[in-house]
């Protein structure tokens, strides 16, 4: 019965490990995305700042 119980718990911890991974994936790839937007808007920031004293 124990041995049984262990078997399950192991299968469900598997599914938690890989449903994580998955999320985690999908964290990095917004914050990646995220990140290059910022980048993006500090540049557009610079590139106003630069033309207002033209």
Do not use: G, P, Y
């Not at 938690?16 to 985690?24: A, E, G, N, Q, R």
């Amino acid at each position: 019965m124990s041995v049984q119980i262990e078997s399950a718990l192991k299968d469900i911890l598997n599914k938690f490990d890989k449903k994580l991974d998955k999320l985690d994936e999908k964290f990095t790839r917004k914050l990646d995305v995220f990140s290059k937007d910022v980048t993006a808007l500090k540049v557009d920031v610079a590139t106003i700042k630069s033309q207002e004293f033209d």
